[in-house]
Structure formats: structure tokens, C-alpha cells
């Protein structure tokens, strides 16, 4: 069983930024995905970001150019820089592992909450 286990949410206002990062334990695979994905009021969940062991990433078309994931292979932990923030950011936030390049794996974290309010 992979543990995923995300920290950093908060309120922020708008034009702020933020970091969050995620820790993964247990029968993690260093090789696998790790992913960001967010679940906004009245929307389905979404793909943020995503970075690959050797250092690949994608994003998604609503965070690009605000957003940096990065990756530390050797603590087994994602973050996820995000700047310029709006109210659209807002939602929670999932980690998510056990998927490839760039689809979702079946482990998630119990989700971080972002709130941009001024």
C-alpha cells in the first residue's frame, strides 16, 4: 500500500502564491508518476501537474506558466509552487501516484485545501 500524505494548503489572497508538498511512503515506486490534482466547486476533478523521476512534467492548460511542480527523488516528495493565484485556484488539492505519463494512478492523499479570498 502506497501512503500519500500532502501539507502546505491554506488562505491565500489573490495575486499570492503558494507551496504544497506531498511525502510518499509505504510500497512507493520511485519510477511511478507523481501527480498534483484538484477538485473545484462544481467541477470534476482536474489534472494540475505531474513530474516524472527523470524529471519530465506537464501541466495543466489552466495552471501553465503559473504553477512549478519538482520532485525530490530521494525523500520520495512532490511540490507544487503556485503563483499569481485567482479565485479559480481554489479547491482541494489531491497527490496522487501509481500512474504513468499522464494519466492517474489509483493512490491518492487525503487532499490539502487552497483558498484564494481576499
Known amino acids: 500500500q502506497v501512503q500519500l500524505v500532502e501539507s502546505g494548503g491554506g488562505l491565500v489572497q489573490p495575486g499570492g502564491s503558494l507551496r504544497l508538498s506531498c511525502v510518499a511512503s509505504g510500497s512507493f515506486s520511485s519510477t511511478d508518476v507523481l501527480a498534483w490534482y484538484r477538485q473545484t466547486p462544481g467541477e470534476q476533478r482536474e489534472f494540475v501537474a505531474g513530474?516524472?523521476?527523470?524529471?519530465?512534467?506537464a501541466y495543466g492548460s489552466a495552471v501553465k506558466d503559473r504553477f512549478t511542480v519538482s520532485r525530490d527523488n530521494a525523500k520520495n516528495t512532490v511540490s507544487l509552487q503556485m503563483n499569481s493565484l485567482t479565485t479559480a485556484d481554489s479547491g482541494v488539492y489531491y497527490c496522487?501516484?501509481?500512474?504513468?505519463?499522464?494519466?492517474?494512478?489509483?493512490?491518492w492523499g487525503q487532499g490539502t485545501r487552497v483558498t484564494v479570498s481576499s
Open positions: 513530474t516524472t523521476r527523470d524529471g519530465r512534467t
Open positions: 496522487n501516484t501509481g500512474g504513468g505519463p499522464w494519466y492517474e494512478g489509483p493512490y
